[in-house]
Structure formats: C-alpha cells, structure tokens
C-alpha cells in the first residue's frame, strides 16, 4: 500500500525558507515521476515541481530558481527546498506519486502541509 506523508509546513515571513519533506511507503514501482503541487484557497491545484526516478526535474516558473525538488535514490523520500519565500506562495502543498509503467496507473496524494508566507 502507497502512503505519502508530507511535512514541514509553516508560516513564514517573505524572503524566508521553508523545507517540505514527504515520506514515501511502498514505493514499488520501476518507472515513476514525485512531485510537489499545491492550492491555494478557491484555485485549483498546481503543479509546483517534479522530479522523475532518474533525477530529471521540471518546475513551475513562478518558482524558477528559488525551489529546488531532490529525492533519496531508492524513491523514499522527496523534499522541496523552497527559497525567498513570497505572500503568493502561500497554499496547501501535496507531494505526489505518479506512476508512469503500467500505462494508466493511478496518481497517490499525501494530505497536505500548510505553507502561509506573511508579515
């Protein structure tokens, strides 16, 4: 059974960091893409960054330079170092699983981790 915890989440100020992490169990599978996204209240969830087993990442470019997504090599853990931190980052963010093999896998969520970027 796949379960993703994630943690980390704070209020910080602008211009801080914050460090997500998200634990991974029963991550089986051969061919896969983590990522993190998040949603802000009364927006639809986005794609933040992802990152795929062999290390490939993308990111969104509003976090461009200032998010960095890694991962552990065996697929257990993938953590989302975020940088100079703005009001417009603030949102629940879900890590995820996204198998890519067999074709049409379904996607595993955690429960979120509030992240709130104010003054």
């Known amino acids: 059974q796949v379960q993703l915890v994630e943690s980390g989440g704070a209020l910080v100020q602008p211009g801080g960091s914050l460090r997500l992490s998200c634990a991974v169990s029963?991550?089986?599978?051969?061919?896969?893409?983590m990522g993190w996204y998040r949603q802000a209240p009364g927006k639809q969830r986005d794609l933040v960054a992802t990152i795929t087993g062999g290390g490939t990442t993308k990111y969104a470019d509003s976090v461009k330079g200032r998010f960095t997504i890694s991962k552990d090599d065996a697929g257990n853990t993938v953590t989302l170092q975020m940088n100079s931190l703005k009001p417009e980052d603030t949102a629940v963010y879900y890590c995820n699983l996204q198998p890519i093999l067999p074709p049409g896998s379904r996607a595993y969520w955690g429960q979120g981790t509030q992240v709130t970027v104010s003054s």
């Open positions: 029963g991550n089986i599978f051969k061919a896969y893409v």
